[in-house]
């Protein structure tokens, strides 16, 4: 077992004022075993060295219709710090300045990729803003996070949140590598059939480790299609701890589902997921 390949591929910094005036109120709200102010850098460091960690990815973000923003500047002077981070930076395709935006991440930040949530941005995935910044994603060569599920705020637009409908985005960029956040959720077996369909598209599990018998049925359905091998480890630091999804991933068996998940794959999302597996390098 190769502990040094330990990724955790869903993580995020920020200071409480990126947050705007609705998303802290609403992390606070949702989460209150964290407060929203602890997403500092140095909280990350000290959590993912903690958490055995070898390396992590860093998610920017940014929002009009919530009027957030973690700065991708904030992201890539942070990354830079250690070659153990990876930055992805986040744009809003209703910023009529969102593809130079990405070029400047990518090309002059040097982060690695973007994020994107229909949901919490309010864009529909097949809008030509969207199309826009795939197009210079897939020139770039950079990574497409999407936050393609759920969002709690009640503002959030969940008409563009269906993870099917990034089964067009996926035919109409074959080369583009996309990586849906959360499995999903509420929808993780929409997320199933695209990880088998597509051979870019993969998902990560930040979040649902939370959630031991929802995780238990997405392990289940992806070995039923064969597609565990497309599944990433992610903690969504600072909501959750990466020790803490850690534990629950590998114990995962405990919530009595009847059909275990044999112990392998599970160590294998732990620990065979290198950075290489999506062209990714710290």
Same mark, same amino acid.
């Given at each position: 077992?190769?502990?040094?390949?330990?990724?955790?591929?869903?993580?995020?910094?920020?200071?409480?004022?990126?947050?705007?005036?609705?998303?802290?109120?609403?992390?606070?709200?949702?989460?209150?075993?964290?407060?929203?102010?602890?997403?500092?850098?140095?909280?990350?460091?000290?959590?993912?060295?903690?958490?055995?960690?070898?390396? /992590?990815?860093?998610?920017?973000?940014?929002?009009?219709?919530?009027?957030?923003?973690?700065?991708?500047?904030?992201?890539?002077?942070?990354?830079?710090?250690?070659?153990?981070?990876?930055?992805?930076?986040?744009?809003?395709?209703?910023?009529?300045?969102?593809? +130079?935006?990405?070029?400047?991440?990518?090309?002059?930040?040097?982060?690695?990729?973007?994020?994107?949530?229909?949901?919490?941005?309010?864009?529909?995935?097949?809008?030509?803003?969207?199309?826009?910044?795939?197009?210079?994603?897939?020139?770039?060569?950079?990574?497409?996070?999407?936050?393609?599920?759920?969002? /709690?705020?009640?503002?959030?637009?969940?008409?563009?949140?269906?993870?099917?409908?990034?089964?067009?985005?996926?035919?109409?960029?074959?080369?583009?590598?996309?990586?849906?956040?959360?499995?999903?959720?509420?929808?993780?077996?929409?997320?199933?059939?695209?990880?088998?369909?597509?051979?870019?598209?993969?998902?990560?599990?930040?979040?649902?480790?939370?959630?031991?018998?929802?995780?238990?049925?997405?392990?289940?359905?992806?070995?039923?299609?064969?597609?565990?091998?497309?599944?990433?480890?992610?903690?969504?630091?600072?909501?959750?701890?990466?020790?803490?999804?850690?534990? +629950?991933?590998?114990?995962?068996?405990?919530?009595?589902?009847?059909?275990?998940?044999?112990?392998?794959?599970?160590?294998?999302?732990?620990?065979?997921?290198?950075?290489?597996?999506?062209?990714?390098?710290?």
């Amino acid at each position: 077992m190769n502990t040094h390949d330990f990724v955790d591929w869903h993580s995020h910094i920020w200071l409480p004022e990126h947050l705007g005036p609705e998303w802290g109120r609403e992390i606070d709200s949702h989460y209150t075993h964290v407060p929203s102010e602890h997403g500092t850098p140095e909280e990350h460091r000290a959590a993912m060295l903690a958490s055995g960690v070898s390396h /992590s990815v860093v998610i920017a973000l940014t929002s009009r219709h919530f009027d957030l923003d973690v700065p991708n500047e904030f992201v890539a002077e942070y990354v830079a710090s250690s070659d153990r981070l990876v930055g992805i930076a986040s744009v809003d395709p209703n910023d009529p300045s969102a593809v +130079a935006r990405l070029r400047y991440a990518v090309g002059d930040l040097g982060l690695s990729g973007v994020k994107l949530s229909p949901p919490y941005q309010d864009f529909h995935p097949h809008s030509d803003a969207a199309y826009a910044v795939y197009r210079a994603a897939d020139e770039l060569g950079a990574v497409v996070v999407f936050h393609q599920g759920a969002v /709690s705020h009640r503002r959030g637009v969940l008409d563009n949140a269906q993870p099917v409908l990034l089964d067009r985005v996926a035919r109409d960029f074959p080369e583009l590598r996309i990586v849906i956040a959360h499995m999903g959720q509420p929808w993780p077996h929409e997320v199933v059939p695209l990880l088998r369909k597509h051979p870019n598209v993969f998902a990560d599990l930040s979040a649902r480790c939370s959630r031991p018998w929802q995780l238990s049925t997405i392990l289940l359905s992806a070995l039923d299609y064969g597609v565990q091998d497309k599944l990433l480890f992610g903690s969504d630091f600072p909501t959750f701890d990466p020790a803490e999804h850690l534990r +629950a991933l590998l114990s995962v068996n405990e919530v009595g589902q009847g059909r275990p998940v044999p112990q392998d794959v599970l160590d294998a999302i732990a620990y065979d997921r290198p950075l290489s597996l999506l062209g990714l390098g710290a």
